[in-house]
């Protein structure tokens, strides 16, 4: 692109004092070449020198003097004639012009172009780590394609983002969803003051292609920092450089002072052991306790805290603690298992003790009916032969005073019940709050289902079952006693009536039948 900017200053001016300067970046390409105007080009010949660009890019070539005049301004779609070129050239020719040719970019499904790879390389090595973070968090979005123009391109490939040459296939590229929330995770877990919004380490890291280029390594390099940034305590990023603290079984504190990319010497030997140990951190769960062991171990096994530089084994040192944390964790968890089912147990025993003494009660209640009755009226009956004259006024007088004491023990005996029910309940919710944090919400589920009353065959839902079907017996049993005392009362205050004394010797005829 550089060489046809150039050739192109050449149908204007003397090829010998020409000289350019360029610079790239993901938006904008923009070459400047100062010459003598010492001719004019044909229309012809100007746009057949015009570069070729991208369909989805727009480019702008200006003449401009010294003083930054413009003599020649055009965009890609005019109509440039002989008549515009010579009104404008024709009073500073044998003057110092600057031709300036610049296209903007603009992104198409994920793909930018790149033009002049050479010039945008030295352009990234430029970058500050913050400018860098930046750049490719804003133009990332689901994927990002950069294609390369010039012959000088490498290719290679993330998860995210591709380097391709002109006009070669990219293989589907797509951020993996479900690793989204580790930004999230990283704000919870670690102290920073950097955006890092959505770049992820697996964003950087290089999974096929070469890897040998300048681009690639400085993917390698970001790679590796993002990687440390998000296992650390602390990071700080900004345009003077990185901090990064890590606190384990020793301190790992480190200053990167540096303002360019260029100038920092990442250990690209522990770029896969920093990513493994990122990715197993926040895969899994457990994300605490992994950044824990993970950092205790890092600072053992950091050789050289300025590179980033890790012992080969260190990933796998990693992996072999949490197994053993893992074995204690088992043993915790069955413990705590054991715990919650012994304490569900004692909770059971004692709302079991109050049921107990509500079915207790009933019995007591019915022994003492049944007590009354064959005391006060069916040995009278019996001895008498008398089968209305046992049911005195008074009888029934203390028979609905022994009733109503029987409601009232239902009553008082119902409302103990749910009392201890509710207390019972709210043991039952505190305890399952208190192991929240410890066990998974399928188990705490499968741990107190007995505690759910909706639900048949609970040790709740039978406690319900109970204090219902013997409140209905209990409640029964004292409504047909009390319509029989009604009955009976009604049948002695119209004893005397000859419709009574007729309805009475009909039942004593058929009961002396019997």
């Known amino acids: 692109m550089e060489e046809q900017i150039i050739s192109i200053s050449k149908l204007f001016g003397n090829r010998s004092t020409s000289k350019s300067k360029c610079r790239e970046n ?21 746009h057949r020198m015009l570069p070729t660009i991208a369909r989805r890019d727009n480019w702008r070539l200006r003449l401009l003097t010294d003083a930054g005049e413009d003599l020649f301004d055009v965009r890609r779609g ?23 040719y610049n296209i903007d970019k603009s992104k198409e499904d994920g793909m930018l172009t790149i033009y002049e790879y050479s010039i945008f390389l030295d352009y990234m090595q430029s970058l500050c780590v913050a400018d860098f973070i930046s750049l490719y968090q804003k133009n990332l979005d689901d994927k990002l394609i950069l294609e390369i123009w010039s012959s000088d391109a490498e290719d290679f490939s993330s998860s995210s ?20 929330p580790r930004i999230d995770e990283h704000k919870a877990y670690c102290q920073w003051n950097h955006q890092l919004s959505d770049l992820l380490p697996e964003d950087l890291r290089i999974i096929q292609g070469n890897k040998s280029g300048r681009l690639a390594q400085i993917f390698d390099q970001m790679c590796l920092l993002l990687s440390a940034l998000y296992v650390a305590d602390f990071s700080s990023v900004d345009k003077s450089g990185i901090k990064i603290k890590l606190a384990g079984f020793r301190m790992v504190d480190t200053i990167i002072s540096s303002a360019k990319i260029s100038d920092i010497s990442f250990d690209l030997q522990s770029v896969e052991q920093w990513y493994n140990i990122y990715d197993w951190c926040y895969t899994g769960g457990y994300t605490t306790d992994r950044l824990s062991i993970a950092r205790n171990l890092i600072s053992l096994n950091c050789l050289d805290v300025n590179k980033l530089t890790l ?47 509500f079915t207790g009660n009933f019995r007591k209640d019915v022994v003492g009916l049944g007590t009354f009755f064959l005391t006060l009226v069916v040995v009278r009956v019996v001895s008498r032969g008398d089968w ?24 008082y005996s119902r409302r103990t019940l749910e009392i201890q029910e509710k207390l019972y309940m709210k ?3 505190l305890l ?11 188990e705490l589920d499968e741990l107190f289902e007995d505690g759910d009353p909706n639900k048949v065959g609970t040790h709740s839902n039978y406690i319900q079952w109970q204090k219902d079907v013997y409140t209905w017996i209990w409640g029964g049993a004292l409504f ?27 039942i004593a005829c058929c009961i002396q039948n019997i």
């Not at 074995?327 to 079991?352: C, F």
């Open 26 to 46: 993901l938006q904008l390409f923009e070459c400047e070449v100062e010459f003598m105007l010492t001719k004019r080009p044909s229309a012809d010949d100007f």
């Open 161 to 180: 983002i591709a380097v391709v040459r002109r006009g070669e296939s990219v293989l589907q590229l797509s951020r993996d969803d479900k690793k989204i």
């Open 311 to 357: 012992n080969s084994s260190t990933f796998d040192a990693i992996k072999s603690n949490f197994k053993i944390f893992e074995k204690e964790n088992v043993r915790q968890y069955i413990k705590v298992r054991n715990e919650v089912s012994k304490t569900l147990l004692d909770l059971q025993d004692k709302v079991n003790s109050t049921v107990e003494t």
């Open 432 to 442: 399952r709050s208190r192991y929240n944090a410890l066990l998974s919400k399928q």
């Open 78 to 100: 005019a109509n440039i004639n002989v008549d515009y070129i010579e009104s404008k050239l024709d009073p500073y020719i044998d003057s110092e012009v600057r031709l300036v």
């Open 388 to 411: 209305f004259g046992g049911f005195t006024t008074q009888i029934v007088a203390l028979s609905f005073i022994f009733v109503i004491l029987s409601a009232v023990v239902l009553y």
């Open 427 to 429: 043991h039952y919710e």
């Open 480 to 506: 047909v006693f009390s319509i029989f005392l009604i009955l009976v009362w009604c049948y002695n205050i119209f004893a005397s009536t000859n419709i009574v004394r007729i309805i009475k010797s009909i």
